[in-house]
């Protein structure tokens, strides 16, 4: 053993000396040195678990994060012994161990190095605190970039910088701050083109130093705990993030609704105030689908409890939105008021729900309601407890709900002290401990009660707080950001970051939570947000009464938001589609052009531009009175979506940037089905599917996936999977198509919109029969319909 001295808080630290013994049982490989013991578990392929016992002895085997159908994949692997290591194979990885000391070198099958131990694992006992701290530590490789981490407000790439996770209600951060809301310890690492993951699943507070300590060294640690990490290989960034998924898990389908524009403010009360917003949206005709309510639709911020006064009979009120096309979401805090009078605290009390100090007085903290009690979500019977308790909201037709303050955060102290007991699934924990994972299975109880009580429906889920792999309940927002125009460079980093991270389904509050934007930076706060997963404005203007609906700024910001709203509603059929291929196959629909072109080190350090799925390109206007923006388009043809102009990509463009448009640019080759205006989702039946198709000569593949957009029918295979590949040449127009169909839509024709087409043609060709093809439309596209059940459509060059 070799030691190292250091502060008297730490014992000294302990780094492990030659291998003695190994052994391998089925897919598990122990390798066990005078003191410390390393677990591998080789997984599939590319993913391998690596997971030590400091002292010999491992801690329980248990995870908040992995899905329950994490399995291993049979596949190849084997081990040989060498004079100076062991190595242990798959088809895609080598891992060498070193036999003095542990250390792993990761190669792929050729010997090129992808990671690299420096010091690799050690550990340090936590005198203070008792555990023990536990390290590992990397080499950086050449030119490495790091991205990765969930809600970071900083660049995307994280090299030389230093973050940790600890769950913080951090009420109008900044750029650069640290902690946030949410702790996904999950990074990547990209260098000669190759990428791979690292997730440490530990929910002890986590700190990742990416060379900031020393410029050639990564390391993570944790302050309690087991080190135990996933290595994922891609060499495909965007497969080490759906091999994340694997391991953490994918959502189900959202209710097509959640996928339209939400409004929220804190808070809209009384029920008559409600009412008028849910009409003016009607009467301006901008579509909207989602109303909140934030927490003064309670009685004195008791949850599941509603203000009498204000709010005499929330079943009618959400029945009336119901019926002009509105969706109820209400927010839900884990607080619970100290009051006798009040069942939820009387019950929780009754049957010990409650979380404990050290010396065993109930956790008391004030938060909205006053001295507040919290639940103990880390105990299953408190989770199924706090489930039951939406069957109320779910009765009077309430659709989602909104955890806030789960970090958890409380007055004055800030959030839980350290002492705090918890149960942590039968492990008696203190807060260190459970603290990153207590919004997490906060919200995991709600969506599971909703869940229940809101059977066939599909309920929708938002949270602040969050650890890996809650993505399989919840969506999540970025939390107290502030109206400012760095907030919204902010906004557009973090949801791309969280998108990397498994968490997809995210925004941020448009316009900003604190503060006014004006309607020159609401409106491009808009533009960003409709190229969301989760497209919600948000704000905090109680005190001032300052509004800030779409139509808050004047008429002419008003119409230029309608036209983006009205875009986000005819693109669902794109991000629908989208979403079903991130629950599928667990591919983010946000991907930093990092993802999308890793061989092109341009794109690398890239953070204001992003690919909303397959085959959209976006670059936000990010300054007051920008007029214009140059903006990076990576190898390919690209048009632009404002006006068709065909763009050769791996250069920079200059975008001019009026007000009512911002740098979108569609992969030429890409289908892209749209509906037609509506007020809001399935409020008319969709009788002609519309196609927008771009003329391209690269092989690009396209996807439409359709279902109900509610129910669960689609996991019993009630659906349609529509692949689209276009591969046209300079002579002819190629689209070819195929399909899984078994869900019945209104439909049975596509109306197709071809832009682009270089040539001049009289026929088109379905299926090989030939009719007559239209002339161009002033704006140079031909449109025709073609009946749904077509292979292929060719246009020939006349
Ligand atoms: O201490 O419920 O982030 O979205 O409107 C503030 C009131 C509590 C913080 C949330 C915000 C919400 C607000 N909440």
Not at 434 to 458: E, F
Not at 598 to 610: I, P
Not at 730 to 749: D, G, H, R, V, W
Request: hydrophobic letters at 35%; proline letters at 5%.
């Amino acid at each position: 053993m070799q030691v190292e001295t250091s502060s008297s808080k730490y014992g000294v630290k302990h780094y492990p000396d030659g291998i003695r013994e190994w052994k391998k049982e089925g897919n598990y490989f122990s390798f066990y040195t005078s003191e410390t013991t390393l677990e591998v578990r080789v997984i599939a392929d590319k993913i391998i678990r690596f997971r030590y016992a400091a002292e010999g002895t491992f801690q329980r085997d248990f995870s908040y994060a992995t899905s329950d159908t994490l399995e291993e994949s049979p596949i190849s692997f084997g081990i040989k012994e060498w004079e100076e290591t062991f190595e242990i194979y798959t088809d895609a990885l080598k891992v060498f161990i070193a036999r003095d000391n542990l250390r792993l070198t990761i190669t792929d099958t050729e010997g090129h190095v992808i990671n690299q131990d420096e010091m690799g694992y050690h550990w340090q006992h936590y005198l203070l605190k008792g555990g023990k701290i536990q390290y590992c530590s990397k080499l950086i490789q050449e030119g490495e970039r790091f991205y990765g981490l969930g809600d970071k407000p900083t660049e995307l790439n994280l090299r030389g910088k230093r973050l940790e996770n600890y769950g913080t209600d951090a009420y109008g951060f900044q750029k650069d701050t640290d902690p946030l809301y949410r702790n996904i310890p999950f990074y990547y690492g990209l260098h000669h083109g190759k990428g791979y993951g690292i997730f440490f699943d530990n929910t002890f507070r986590t700190i990742f130093d990416f060379g900031k300590e020393r410029a050639d060294v990564c390391s993570f640690w944790a302050r309690g705990g087991e080190m135990n990490y996933y290595f994922i290989y891609g060499p495909e960034l965007l497969d080490v993030a759906r091999a994340y998924t694997t391991i953490t898990g994918t959502p189900e389908l959202p209710p097509l609704w959640a996928l339209g524009y939400h409004q929220c403010r804190w808070s809209y009360y009384p029920d008559s105030r409600v009412r008028e917003i849910a009409k003016e949206f009607r009467k301006r005709k901008i579509p909207c689908d989602v109303i909140y309510l934030d927490i003064d639709y309670m009685d004195g911020f008791r949850c599941f409890t509603w203000n009498k006064e204000w709010f005499p009979d929330p079943a009618g009120l959400i029945r009336d939105l119901a019926a002009d096309g509105f969706k109820v979401v209400v927010i839900i805090d884990p607080g619970i008021k100290v009051d006798p009078e009040y069942a939820v605290y009387q019950e929780g009390l009754k049957n010990n729900y409650f979380c404990k100090r050290a010396d065993g007085a109930l956790m008391e903290g004030d938060v909205w309601p006053g001295k507040c009690v919290f639940p103990d979500f880390t105990n299953p019977v408190v989770r199924d407890w706090w489930s039951s308790l939406f069957k109320s909201l779910a009765e009077i037709g309430v659709r989602g709900v909104w955890n806030d303050m789960n970090e958890p955060a409380v007055f004055e102290m800030g959030t839980f002290p350290e002492d705090v007991r918890h149960d942590y699934d039968g492990e008696e924990v203190s807060h260190r401990k459970a603290h990153n994972i207590y919004g997490h299975l906060m919200s995991k109880a709600t969506a599971a009660g909703m869940k229940k009580y809101l059977m066939p429906h599909r309920s929708f889920l938002i949270t602040r707080s969050c650890y890996s792999g809650a993505q399989r309940w919840s969506s999540v927002w970025t939390g107290d950001n502030v109206s400012s125009w760095e907030h919204l460079w902010l906004a557009s980093v973090q949801c791309q970051r969280l998108s990397v991270s498994g968490i997809s389904f995210t925004g941020s509050d448009i316009g900003g939570f604190i503060g006014e934007p004006d309607g020159e930076l609401f409106t491009r706060w808009i533009q960003l947000a409709v190229f969301h997963p989760l497209m919600r404005t948000h704000s905090a203007s109680n005190e001032t009464g300052f509004n800030q609906e779409p139509w808050s700024f004047g008429p002419e910001y008003e119409k230029v938001v309608t036209k983006f709203i009205n875009l986000r509603y005819q693109l669902i059929p794109y991000s629908y589609s989208t979403f079903w291929q991130y629950a599928t196959y667990g591919t983010p629909m946000l991907r930093p052009l990092a993802f999308v072109a890793q061989d092109d080190e341009a794109t690398h350090n890239l953070t204001h531009e992003f690919m909303f799925g397959d085959n959209l390109l976006i670059s936000h206007v990010s300054e007051k009175g920008m007029t214009e923006k140059k903006v990076y388009l990576p190898a390919g043809k690209w048009y632009y979506f404002w006006g068709d102009n065909l763009v050769t990509g791996k250069q920079e463009v200059t975008v001019k940037t009026p007000l009512d448009e911002m740098p979108l640019f569609v992969k030429a080759g890409a289908v892209l089905p749209q509906y037609p205006e509506m007020q809001y989702t399935q409020q008319v039946a969709i009788t002609e599917m519309l196609l927008h198709v771009y003329y391209g000569e690269d092989v690009v593949r396209s996807i439409l996936y359709e279902d109900a957009g509610d129910h669960y029918g689609y996991k019993n295979g009630q659906y349609n999977i529509i692949r689209f590949k276009q591969r046209s040449d300079k002579q002819q127009f190629y689209l070819k198509k195929q399909c899984f169909i078994n869900y019945e839509t209104a439909y049975s024709n596509y109306r197709i919109v071809l832009h682009g087409l270089p040539f001049a043609a009289t026929t088109l060709l379905i299926d090989g029969k030939s009719t007559p093809l239209g002339k161009p439309a002033a704006d140079g596209t031909i449109s025709f319909v073609v009946p749904r059940n077509f292979e292929l459509i060719q246009i020939v060059k006349s």
